[in-house]
T-cell receptor, first 111, second 117 residues
Framework: QKEVEQNSGPLSVPEGAIASLNCTYS??????FFWYRQYSGKSPELIMS????GDKEDGRFTAQLNKASQYVSLLIRDSQPSDSATYLC???????????FGTGTRLKVLA | NAGVMQNPRHLVRRRGQEARLRCSPM?????VYWYRQLPEEGLKFMVY????????ESGMPKERFSAEFPKEGPSILRIQQVVRGDSAAYFC???????????????FGPGTRLTVL
C-alpha cells in the first residue's frame, strides 16, 4: 500500500514567521509531487508542483524535494493569517493514475 | 476560462435514495478523477475516467457506486441506495494529461457535499 504521511498539526506560527510543512512518501518510483491548500469547507487549490530534487520557489512559497530520503516539504515565508488552512501533499503513484493524498497539516498563523 | 464545475454543490438524500453528482471538466481536459473526503479525513481516490471509458475504478466501492463520462455531457458519479456513511464531500478533478507523467496537474472542482439523513 503506497502511503503519503503528514503531521496533522495544528502547526501554529506567528504572523511573519516561516512555516515549514513536511511530507514523506513510500513509493520510490514517484516522479511528481504537489502541494494543495484547502480552506475549511472548500476544495483543494494547487499551490506548487515539484519534479526535480532541490528547491523550487514561487513567491512566498518554496517546495523542497529529496527523492533519496523520500521527503518533500513546503516553506511559507512571511506567513499571513490568510495562509491559515490545511495543506495537502499529493503524490501520483508510479504506474497508476491515482493521486495519493496525505491527511494534511493544519496551519494556524497567529496575528 | 471556466474551471472544473460540479453540481449540485449541496445534496441531501434520505437513506435508500439515489444520489447523482455531476462534473464538467475544464475546457480541453479529457481526464476526470473523482475523490471522496470524509469529515476530518484526507482525500481518497475513487475512479479515473476518460471520455466513454473507465480507466481505473479501484478506489470505488464495489456495490452501489458507479461512474460514467459519456461522449457528450458531464461525468456522473451515481450512488444508489445511499446510507449515512456515504455522507462526505465528493470532489471531481480534471487534467489535460493522464496522471503519472511529469508535468501533470489535477485541478479540482468546488465539490458536492452529500448529506444522508
Amino acid at each position: 500500500q503506497k502511503e503519503v504521511e503528514q503531521n496533522s498539526g495544528p502547526l501554529s506560527v506567528p504572523e511573519g514567521a516561516i512555516a515549514s510543512l513536511n511530507c514523506t512518501y513510500s513509493d520510490r518510483g514517484s516522479q511528481s509531487f504537489f502541494w494543495y491548500r484547502q480552506y475549511s469547507g472548500k476544495s483543494p487549490e494547487l499551490i506548487m508542483s515539484i519534479y526535480s530534487n532541490g528547491d523550487k520557489e514561487d513567491g512566498r512559497f518554496t517546495a523542497q524535494l529529496n527523492k533519496a530520503s523520500q521527503y518533500v516539504s513546503l516553506l511559507i515565508r512571511d506567513s499571513q493569517p490568510s495562509d491559515s488552512a490545511t495543506y495537502l501533499c499529493a503524490v501520483p503513484t508510479s504506474g497508476t493514475y491515482k493521486y495519493i493524498f496525505g491527511t494534511g497539516t493544519r496551519l494556524k498563523v497567529l496575528a | 476560462n471556466a474551471g472544473v464545475m460540479q453540481n449540485p454543490r449541496h445534496l441531501v438524500r434520505r437513506r435508500g435514495q439515489e444520489a447523482r453528482l455531476r462534473c464538467s471538466p475544464m475546457k480541453g481536459h479529457s481526464h476526470v478523477y473523482w475523490y471522496r473526503q470524509l469529515p476530518e479525513e484526507g482525500l481518497k481516490f475513487m475512479v479515473y475516467l476518460q471520455k466513454e471509458n473507465i480507466i481505473d475504478e479501484s478506489g470505488m466501492p464495489k456495490e452501489r457506486f458507479s461512474a460514467e463520462f459519456p461522449k457528450e455531457g458531464p461525468s456522473i458519479l451515481r450512488i444508489q441506495q445511499v446510507v449515512r456513511g456515504d455522507s462526505a464531500a465528493y470532489f471531481c478533478a480534471s487534467s489535460p494529461f493522464k496522471t503519472g507523467g511529469t508535468k501533470d496537474t489535477q485541478y479540482f472542482g468546488p465539490g458536492t457535499r452529500l448529506t444522508v439523513l
